[in-house]
């Protein structure tokens, strides 16, 4: 249950970062969903070496969707070289 959850949420955060940064990307529902799940991650490991979480918690709901925008905007910056 926790995976549909993680999934879930995922998708809502990649969802809402898309939102905030426009621009024509690629991708359905799960590119959209890794990109939350990816953001968050980012977004924990990141707090845990500046100290804000500590072992155990995890990026909250807004923390994730700026780690979502740092993932899309990194996509972008990437996509836009080879392209």
Excluded: Q
């Amino acid at each position: 249950m926790h995976l549909i959850w993680s999934a879930l949420v995922g998708l809502l955060v990649g969802a809402i970062a898309k939102l905030f940064m426009p621009g024509k990307d690629g991708g359905g529902i799960i590119v959209t969903m890794i990109l939350g799940i990816v953001g968050s991650l980012l977004f924990t490991y990141l707090g845990r070496l500046v100290g804000l979480y500590s072992e155990g918690e995890n990026a909250g709901f807004i923390a994730s969707i700026l780690g979502a925008m740092i993932v899309l905007f990194i996509y972008r910056f990437f996509k836009k070289k080879t392209a």
